[in-house]
């Protein structure tokens, strides 16, 4: 599978390698507006420098990687649906549920394979435990708890542009929340403060949030968000059920433990999400292509992006108006 | 210390046995509607029996437990401090707020020393763990998360006049949180769900809930409970903050791992309440002790226990009304 | 049963009180060169002071719980013995093997109940893992491994007169590997250092020791001692066997788990002896009681104790010669 | 760097694919006695096919890489050295130690780069509890364990050409006794049986092995070898010192605990050394690289696998003899 690459920045380098690494697959060409970035990435993997409109009228191209900025997504989606490329894209599909839904129709009108890029789906330690819920280890999911904390906030000037905690790093929890409760939320209620940077809270936006998802089975997701942990990057989930209970731990940087007069002292968890969800990176791009190769709709799907989508609005509106917001 | 014991029921035998325990206290007599319970315990603990008005006008007795059914623990505090009695009542002093401040004031007016038996405060790990937090070890309190879960649902024939999971069982996590926010909360959202047994949303309770406490600055507190954990009694906490995170692990019946062909296994946690909190009941009565032999008002005092069940009612109201409420 | 206690020092206060919390036994008498600490221990167990030979000869003694002294133990046992009186003997019954054997010939003939305080098969961690074993969990045992780990040398005035590490200390890891590999040691491998303080290198012993111990049909024991841990009272098992592994970890003083900049740091494990064992020592009087109220032979007895000692002297033996040791 | 590889097998995969995978070297050329071996791997990671002196007479290549079976290691890296090229050798250079003695000469007269091919020196976790170890955390090292348990036994055909246990398996282990202890071990006691598979025993080897190493100063290494775990891969190694104690513990598969009526289950440690030390191979050519790119002597060298190699030695000694072995 040839691969275009639009975007190399940060995540763009990230598929890009993944890509370069895979015998089936190879990185053809890369698109960014910053062109020494696509220059330096193409070096790094075989490819060539290319315009975005190039990548999509090209014949050479049977798959494009979106890692552009959040608000070219929705655009660059409809093209490659047009031009009958399999796309794979970053969440979200657009911070505007309206904009998410008539892409949507654009690629179902095509019938565009998309995939959106909710990474964490495939982190092998969670992956492992939705697997076994599937398989009926626990019984009936009752409770999820996801714990999801940055090491440290971003800067002010990221947060304005961000679409707020809820739709930029929360999203990620929404879509794991359902990926994991089986049964659509019906409610939400948030709450949200500014704890960690005043900075933040001046911008309109909260780096402390936690957030009750309820569906009409009455089962319940909690997820709990903050912009820092002195401790690494923090991402834990937990899932209860009629039969007992699943939870995926955090990775730490060594298996070291020293005992001394103090006690027992062991590593950080893993820094950051390049290094937490390496495989989970490489194991979302088997699933692409896999899928793609087979011709058959992947998960996370476009109507996937959509629903965390909501879930966020949701939770931005109940923290907004300190109400409960029932969904659609 | 001469105590007096009122109910001979499963916690006033865990009460009467650590008083018989300590060198510096002595059962002198116990009440029970059940007269043969009162004298089995009496024979385990050397005490005699009498009924409760003859305990509470007895010249020997300078203190008395409080172990009667939660209806009568208001009446029974008024009365203990009126004839001048340090006393130790099972929480709750009463499931109705107002009752619960009426006996308050005869408390303050007689100066009366009155501990609510939220036990959990003294479990070990958990008193462990608060008293870093005032320490200063993570810094600035911002997320509490409590989970609790029994090992499996009690009969509904308790449900019905239990006041429901709020009042019963979460009561014990609203004193928890309050210990560990340093701060009172402003709001409560509540959902709650009857997925372990039907027959308890039957009688118009829940045994699935979960809740949010907000402070005014912005700090706060998500609880989980469930009726049933098929591994045993869960009981967690973990305080985030602004230099680190502290948490408290649940205690295996032993430490032996066993490792196979199908990976490693461990122990269930503790079996129930009794087990858990077997050293918790001790420091509990120590620190009662202490502060009635040193005239001093004991934590968590009458003032804990009312705030406690404000707290149970709110997220009652949050539940039925499926809207967040706002406290005081 | 009615208990003599003879010896009322730091082990002697234990069984005193163990027996003095049991409804079904009492302390009546004990006995201590030091007459002051015998009544003080008679007063905390409501027992009364008395002279050994008093003891021995009550008809209102049952049993005896020898915890003088070790070079009175052999002969306080075969009294005992011939006074017809259950006894419960600290270990070792002496450090002279020949010593004991004489010793188990007077028990022999008159037919006395005797317990040797091998302590630690009592300890609800190992018990539950050797009873695993029993069970079959992990097949046949190949390798066992021991880790014992004092948190701080003793003095030297102590050692001098403790008969060296490997008849003092290293004597229960002793008793453990033969409780654990379930066939009797044919050779021993011992090698020890003084690294720990000079001192008791200078005293002619070690304070740093591992031992190999080989069975006929080639299972193996791993020992290691060190009178020094920083971090409490080491005390570890693995037991590895044809079908899996079993391992007894230590006991931290509380299950708080601290995270920051600097990683993830717990407590140390639980100081010593007598807080790690606590609950062993109860469960060895039990054991006791049990045995002798039934008129059978308890576990571990005065032959357990003489192979103990026998491996102890072996061990000595291959430090000293720097050779391998087979047994008789 | 252009690299040769001298053997296609499992091990030469590993490493070829490492030498791929970096911008700074690349594959040029590899040599196996199964030509489609070659010819598979060259495809794999963009090199040619070639016989072994061209090779080793190319202009083109910078260094080997012996992946060649074991008796053909010394003769190789001479040749390899008197042709100049830097040289990474697979463990051990020799069965028999005086002909590695033989080998180390020609590398030292000819001044070549040798590496020899102790992958576990470089596991992350090891690497980083033994670097802990040289920043003084423990203090002075006085007991290193290590553990080292395959998942299941090779073929019997394999174990009689291996050189035994000692030679073959535990060889690892002495080479990480050396890297901890920091001090030469002066004597060896070996104990060795057939425990797991009789054939083995029937072949003169030994599938169940302990070791006590001592040094001068009185350090002590215990290590521990079995053929069999039914658990995974079972590689732990601690080293306590007069300050503390260290210790790095195995690898999950996935981070998934499940809570249900039986207890806590997790998963088999990571199955065997391919993936459990495929962060230490990439480390390991790492450190070659960058050895030989800056013409400094890499550890571990030609004279860490001598020493391997004689301990390995006097261990076969030992448990042929049942005598204690010391060192020259």
């Not at 009958?84 to 179902?108: G, M, S, T, Y």
């Not at 960690?196 to 319940?220: C, F, M, Q």
């Not at 039969?243 to 968890?269: C, H, P, W, Y």
């Not at 990176?281 to 992006?305: C, H, I, M, Q, T």
Request: proline share 3%.
């Amino acid at each position: 599978m040839r691969f275009g690459i639009i975007g190399a920045g940060r995540i763009g380098k990230i598929h890009a390698s993944n890509v370069a690494a895979r015998k089936d697959c190879e990185v053809r060409l890369i698109a960014d507006a910053d062109r020494s970035a696509a220059q330096s990435l193409a070096e790094a993997t075989g490819g060539r420098v290319a315009e975005i409109d190039a990548i999509l009228a090209s014949n050479e191209i049977d798959a494009v990687a979106i890692c552009a900025p959040t608000d070219m997504h929705a655009d660059l989606i409809e093209k490659a649906a047009r031009a009958k490329k399999a796309i794979f894209c970053e969440k979200p599909v657009d911070l505007d549920a309206n904009r998410v839904r008539a892409c949507l129709e654009v690629v179902a009108a095509t019938g565009a394979i998309l995939m959106v890029g909710f990474n964490r789906r495939f982190d092998p330690n969670f992956a492992s435990l939705q697997q076994r819920i599937r398989d009926g280890a626990i019984g009936a999911v009752e409770i999820v708890q996801i714990t999801s904390r940055d090491p440290s906030p971003p800067p002010v000037s990221y947060i304005s542009r961000s679409g707020g905690l809820f739709r930029d790093m929360m999203i990620h929890d929404f879509d794991m929340a359902r990926f994991l409760l089986g049964e659509e939320p019906v409610a939400v209620s948030a709450m949200g403060s500014a704890l960690v940077d005043k900075a933040i809270g001046e911008a309109g936006d909260v780096d402390t949030a936690v957030v009750i998802l309820e569906t009409k089975s009455g089962k319940v997701a909690q997820i709990s968000n903050s912009r820092r942990a002195t401790y690494g990057y923090d991402q834990r989930i937990e899932a209860h059920g009629s039969k007992g209970m699943l939870r995926a731990d955090n990775i730490r940087e060594t298996s070291v433990e020293f005992a001394g007069a103090q006690g027992f002292a062991s590593d950080k968890v893993l820094n950051f999400f390049l290094e937490r969800y390496a495989a989970a990176y490489r194991d979302e791009l088997d699933a692409f292509v896999k899928a793609a190769s087979a011709g058959v709709a992947p998960r996370p799907n476009g109507e996937d992006g959509l629903r965390a989508n909501l879930l966020a609005d949701a939770a931005n509106l109940s923290w907004r108006t300190k109400q409960r917001v029932a969904l659609g």
